[in-house]
Each structure stands twice: as structure tokens, then as C-alpha cells.
């Protein structure tokens, strides 16, 4: 999936991933206040409660600073969204695009305390197919992940850090971390992480604006997606016709703004 | 004590004007009072009301009578306002905001200390007709006497006859919150010496029996005026404004007048049954303090006394039509791209809507109305429909506050007033803003966050 010396990156290759895995980053954040998350059950009878203006709202992502991530794993991880997703003249790189900021509030979230994982041992080894399987959080997973691959990277580098080896090695690291070739201290493996981080990297470049990454829906203008439209029925009978306008996110669009 | 309002001419006037000197150094405090106290609504019944008004009623010695009783106060819908949100059926306790302080609905059961058990027909019907009750005690017309004057007295025996069936609670309402002197109910002497006098229902002969019922019901004990006739600034209704629409706890109650853009001119009589019997029709749904209505009163009244109802208000003359300015071309421009990125999945592209599910806004009268008091309110906080025998379902609308600025709510709103054939006066931010105020609702996202 990285790009490899003599080998163009693949966007197609990216957006058919993203397609597959969804956007399990935003539905996780919307569930937040719903109140069910980690609080006790509740039953209703008769009608479900309702009180005007109480809203499930989302969990926006705010401005400026870091919530969780140190200066070490900003440098490691604006360095390695990039070698994933570059610059190139059809839409903005990972990092342009805000999907460190997107990872950096997802990991300080629900998300990466593993609000909704379960977290008790026993820890097994786990087939491929059972995915995530470790004691850590995610947001702890990050931190020794990328710990162990600045200390792996150290060694082989003459103690470079990631971020400051040539790209065509970066490009070359990543590859041994995604086939696991890249040989960790500790429990954690290199593949596992890649196969987290690809994940959270396309979570945050195709996300709504409002978790951070997508910066101005920048990957959806893209793609062509029109964005967080409750219903398309209007469009139904347009085939093969592109939805008119920008992409409007959560939190609206440009054209909401008075000029 | 017992205070026999003043007759004479010349009383009235004095006490006319020691009230109204009273009464203006009052509105600002009032003000102040309604926007400190304002609660959020919730939709949720009561428990056990709905039963309480529609399980049948065992046959008896006075069932007859007790049946009438129920159906009368279900057609004066005492139980919206009689019964707290968590309160058994008819103990009171609910706080209605006022301009002039919060009062507290009465207990209604038939318990003797604080409720109507050891009232006589003859005390309840000064109640409702003259707004005084035991002991002279005169009752704030948030009571509206000024409606149940013309009901019969053989109608408030047969109320009361039903009230005393209702099991007892053993509870008193919170004490009034009003300031000094309308704490004072002697002060209500001067208010109805201005504003009331008891009176009967009078039939108009020139007119149908079926417009006189209609009338008989609109402005006795269905009481619509109360929320649907503009104020003076005595709280009074406006009479020679009757049913042009006023704001009230921050909703409008719309026109009720023929006039075709803000009031009931488009609807057929067929429409005005239809929304009081399931709450829905192809124009509006009803939610809020009229849901409420449709709920515990029209939705469970006859289809003839709906049909009576509907005579009468489409007999009301049109409102007047106000001069309404254009609004900015800005504001249109940023109000049509919010309403096609929000609005269009319900109200569909043209304000269409969905007739019966999501009300169309082309036309509509609720989107209309002079003050835009009511669309704010619906874009900020969201609404939620009143469930009907007929139409059980809920549909509510989602709060925008947490992601419409105020200058962006009031944006879709011009847009929503201004097109399609719409005309509306154009809303400003302020509006929106003081109305956020009011309602408690949380500020939006930052544009750093969009």
C-alpha cells in the first residue's frame, strides 16, 4: 500500500479500502452521548422520552494543541500518513488534511481509551480473522507501537528517527510493518499496528470535517461524495449524474456563511 | 374576606386606573421573570392521564351524568394544564408562565383539603363564571374565567360531578410566584373591573345550530382564544384582534382567521377536523402547547362537535395583512443552501414536504405568522408530534441549536418565510439569539470546528 520506489501510490486502491471499512471512526464518536456508552441500563415503557432540544450531538473535534499524542508520535505520524496518503495534485496529503489532529482526539476519545472493547485477559493470540486482539487500549497500542518502531527504526538508521529518513525508506519501513517483517521488542507486532493505523488513516482523511481530518471536505470533493445529506431521494432517478453542489459536512458548508 | 367587586361606574374606574399604573411598572419585572424561569418542554404524558380520560365509565347511579362531566372537561382540556409531568391525573402542580410571574395549576381530585372534594355545584360554578372561588378568594385568570363564563351551569355540575370521581391525591400546589401587588388576589378586583364581566352564551340567531355550537365551544370551554387572541399589556385579550395569532412561552399560536397566508384561509373545514381528531393533516402537525391540546382534548371530543368547531372558525373574518419587507438577498442566498443541506430530506426541495408526515412550508401559516417566534423556536429546539388514537406514531423534527448559528437559524428562517410564494418579515440574528437565550439551549459549534 505504500508507495515503493518506481510505484505511483494507488488513490483508487485507498478510496476501494475505505469503501470497505465504512466510517467506524464517526459512528463511534456519535455514540458518546447517547448515554449508553459505559452508563447503566435503562428501560423504557410506553414512548421513548423526548425533550426539545436535547440533542445526540457530535463529538467536534476543537481547534489547536494536542490532546494526546507527544511531539515524538506528531513527527512519527505526520511523517508516515504521508508516505500513505502524499500530496498530489488531485486532493491535499493525510496530514494536510488534518488526519493527525483526527487521530490525536480519537485516540485522547472513547475511541482510544477502548471504550467499547473488551479489555479483560484472557489475551490469546488471535486468529486474523478475530482482528484487534491486545490488553491495550488503543490509545496505549499507539504509544508503544510507535516507541517500538522509533527503536527498531533507530537501530537499523543509525539512530534516525522515522520522520527524518529519506521517503524512499519510509516507504520501505512501512511495507516490513504492514507485512510484519518489521520486528518489534515487546508484545506488540508491527502489522497489527499498520493494520489499526491504515484504518484510523482513512477514518480520518474520508471522515466528516467535524472529527478533525477532512479538512474543508477536501477528500470528498475528491471523490465526487456530496457529503451528510439525509436523503438522496431527490437524486434517485439522476442516474449516473453527479449530486449538484459542495460537499456539506455535520457542521455545514461554506455556503452557510454569510460572504 | 369576602370582596364584592365594584359595580358602580365610577369604582371601576378608579380601581381601573390604580391597576393599570400598577400593572406598567410590573411588565419589565414580568419580562424578567418569564426569562429566568423558562423550562424546557416536555412531551412525555403524564402517567395514567390518557386512561384516566378514555377508559370506560361504569354504568351507576350518576354515570350519565359523570360520562357528560368527562366529555365536558375534556372539551375545556383541564387536564393539560391541571396535571404536572410527573403528577397524577388532575393534582395540579403545573407552573404556567406568565408575562407577570409563574402560577401553579390547582389541584382538580376529589381529595377535600386541597382539592375540589368538598366544593359545592354552586362554588364551582362562581369559579368558572365568575372567577371567584370559595371563601371570595378571586382566581388569576391564567383560570380562563373569561371563556368559562358562558358555560352553563348545568355543564359545570356535570364537570364537577366528574371531578369528584377522580381519585384523590393528597397534594397542594407550590405558592404563586408573582411580585408585590399581584400577589395580592384583591388585585385581581381591579383586573376584572377592567376586563370581565360574568356573562352567558347568547345563540346568534342569523347563524346555523351548528355555528352556534361551534361558537359555544371555541369561546367557552375549548378557551382557544386564550393562547390564540393577542394581550394587552394587561394580559387581557385584545377582542377586536380575536384569534389573529400571539406568542405565548415562546411558541406562536398562530391566526386562527381566514386570512389565507397566516391563518386558516387554505384549510377546509374537513382540514380543521381532521387536525383536531389525529393531530395531522396536510398543512401542519401539531406538537408543543397545541399538541397537548390535540392530545387531551380534540383528539378524544365527537366528530360533530370537531365539525361545529371547524364552522365556527372558518367563519372568522381575515386578519388584516401586514406589509412585510423583503428580506436581503444574503440572506436568502446562505438560508437556500441551509435549507437544501438541512431541511429537504423532511420539507422536501420546493417546501413540498410530505403531507400527513412532514408538513409542507410552501403556504404554510405556521411558517408565515408575523412573529417568527414559532419557526425560531422549531429550527432551535427541535418538536415532537403529539400521538393520537388515529395517528399513534410519533415524528418529531431535530434541534438545530447545537449546529445553526443564530445568524444562520435566522437565515433558513427568512429563506422558509420568503419563498416559494411565502411572505414573511425577515428575521434577524438578535431574535434568534434572545430566543436561544430564553430557551436555555446550548450554543453552536465554532466555525473552527465545521
Not at chain 1, 467535524?210 to 445529506?229: C, E, L, R, S, V
Not at chain 2, 388585585?187 to 345550530?209: Q, V
Not at chain 2, 394581550?231 to 399560536?253: C, F, M, P, T
Amino acid at each position: 500500500m505504500a508507495k515503493g520506489p518506481g510505484h505511483k501510490v494507488n488513490r483508487r486502491e485507498l478510496l476501494a479500502l475505505s469503501a470497505a471499512i465504512g466510517t467506524a471512526g464517526a459512528a463511534e464518536a456519535l455514540s458518546r452521548h447517547d448515554g449508553l456508552l459505559g452508563g447503566p441500563s435503562r428501560r423504557y415503557t410506553n414512548t421513548l422520552p423526548w425533550e426539545d432540544g436535547l440533542t445526540d450531538a457530535p463529538d467536534a473535534a476543537d481547534a489547536g494543541g494536542w490532546h494526546y499524542l507527544n511531539d515524538g508520535e506528531v513527527g512519527f505520524l505526520t511523517a508516515a500518513v504521508d508516505r500513505l496518503i502524499p500530496p498530489d495534485p488531485t486532493g491535499p496529503s493525510a496530514s494536510e488534511a488534518g488526519v493527525v489532529v483526527f487521530l490525536d482526539r480519537q485516540l485522547a476519545g472513547d475511541y482510544g481509551n477502548g471504550a467499547h472493547f473488551f479489555l479483560e485477559g484472557p489475551w490469546q493470540e488471535g486468529t486474523e480473522s478475530q482482528g484487534y486482539q491486545s490488553r491495550f487500549t488503543p490509545a496505549q497500542f499507539y504509544r508503544h507501537s510507535i516507541t517500538a518502531i522509533e527503536q527498531a527504526v533507530g537501530r537499523s538508521e543509525k539512530g534516525k528517527a522515522f520522520k527524518d529518513v529519506p521517503a524512499d525508506k519510509q516507504d520501505a519501513l512501512l511495507k516490513q510493518m504492514e507485512s510484519g517483517d518489521l520486528k518489534l521488542e515487546g508484545p506488540i507486532t508491527s502489522k497489527a499496528f499498520f493494520t489499526m493505523f491504515l484504518q484510523n488513516v482513512l477514518e480520518g482523511y474520508f471522515s466528516d470535517p467535524i472529527y478533525g481530518g477532512n479538512k474543508d471536505g477536501a477528500a470528498w470533493k475528491m471523490i465526487g461524495f456530496p457529503g451528510a445529506h439525509y436523503d438522496y431521494s431527490e437524486w434517485v432517478t439522476a442516474y449516473n449524474k453527479p449530486v449538484p453542489g459542495e460537499p456539506v459536512g455535520l457542521r455545514g458548508r461554506p455556503a452557510w456563511e454569510r460572504g | 374576606m369576602n370582596i364584592a367587586p365594584p359595580r358602580s361606574l365610577g369604582g371601576r374606574i378608579l380601581v381601573a386606573i390604580a391597576a393599570v399604573v400598577v400593572l406598567l411598572i410590573l411588565i419589565s419585572a414580568g419580562s424578567w421573570l418569564w426569562l429566568k424561569t423558562t423550562q424546557p418542554i416536555v412531551s412525555d404524558p403524564p402517567p395514567g392521564l390518557l386512561s384516566v380520560l378514555t377508559e370506560p365509565i361504569p354504568d351507576g347511579p350518576n354515570a350519565d351524568l359523570i360520562r357528560r362531566g368527562r366529555y365536558l372537561t375534556i372539551a375545556g382540556d383541564c387536564a393539560s394544564c391541571h396535571t404536572s409531568r410527573n403528577g397524577r391525573p388532575f393534582q395540579g402542580g403545573l407552573g404556567l408562565q406568565t408575562p407577570f410571574g409563574i402560577i401553579y395549576s390547582a389541584n382538580l381530585t376529589s381529595d377535600r383539603e386541597n382539592g375540589i372534594g368538598a366544593w359545592t355545584p354552586e362554588q364551582f360554578f362562581r369559579a368558572l363564571h365568575d372567577g371567584v372561588a370559595p371563601g371570595g378568594k378571586h382566581l388569576y385568570p391564567a383560570l380562563p374565567y373569561p371563556h368559562f363564563t358562558i358555560v352553563s351551569r348545568s355543564e359545570t355540575d356535570a364537570i364537577l360531578a366528574y371531578l369528584k370521581t377522580v381519585p384523590a391525591v393528597h397534594y397542594a400546589q407550590p405558592a404563586n410566584r408573582f411580585p408585590f401587588p399581584l400577589n395580592i388576589r384583591a388585585s385581581l378586583i381591579g383586573w376584572d373591573a377592567l376586563e370581565f364581566s360574568p356573562h352567558s352564551f347568547h345563540a346568534n340567531p342569523a347563524m346555523s345550530p351548528q355555528w352556534n355550537r361551534g361558537a359555544y365551544l371555541v369561546e367557552g370551554l375549548g378557551h382557544c382564544g386564550a393562547c390564540h387572541t393577542p394581550k394587552s399589556i394587561l394580559g387581557a385579550e385584545i377582542h377586536d384582534q380575536a384569534y389573529r395569532g400571539a406568542a405565548i412561552e415562546n411558541w406562536v399560536a398562530p391566526d386562527l382567521t381566514a386570512n389565507p397566508r397566516t391563518g386558516l384561509g387554505r384549510w377546509s373545514a374537513a382540514d380543521i377536523v381532521q387536525y383536531l381528531r389525529s393531530g395531522r393533516n396536510a398543512h401542519a402537525n401539531a406538537s408543543g402547547l397545541m399538541g397537548e391540546v390535540v392530545a387531551y382534548s380534540t383528539s378524544l371530543m365527537s366528530d360533530t362537535d370537531l365539525s361545529a368547531i371547524a364552522t365556527y372558525l372558518k367563519s372568522l373574518p381575515p386578519s388584516p395583512s401586514h406589509p412585510s419587507p423583503a428580506p436581503e438577498a444574503s440572506a436568502m442566498r446562505t438560508g437556500s443552501a441551509i435549507f437544501f443541506d438541512g431541511c429537504t430530506a423532511c420539507h422536501l426541495g420546493g417546501g413540498r414536504g410530505q403531507p400527513g408526515m412532514f408538513p409542507p412550508l410552501q403556504g404554510s401559516s405556521v411558517a408565515q405568522q408575523n412573529d417568527p417566534t414559532g419557526v425560531i423556536r422549531l429550527i432551535l429546539a427541535g418538536t415532537r408530534t403529539a400521538p393520537t388514537r388515529t395517528r399513534p406514531s410519533f415524528q418529531s423534527m431535530p434541534s438545530f441549536a447545537w449546529k445553526l448559528s443564530d445568524q444562520e437559524v435566522a437565515d433558513v428562517a427568512t429563506y422558509v418565510r420568503n419563498s416559494w410564494g411565502n411572505r414573511a418579515p425577515p428575521v434577524d440574528a438578535h431574535e434568534v439569539a434572545a430566543i436561544r437565550s430564553k430557551l436555555n439551549l446550548t450554543h453552536p459549534l465554532t466555525r473552527d470546528q465545521r
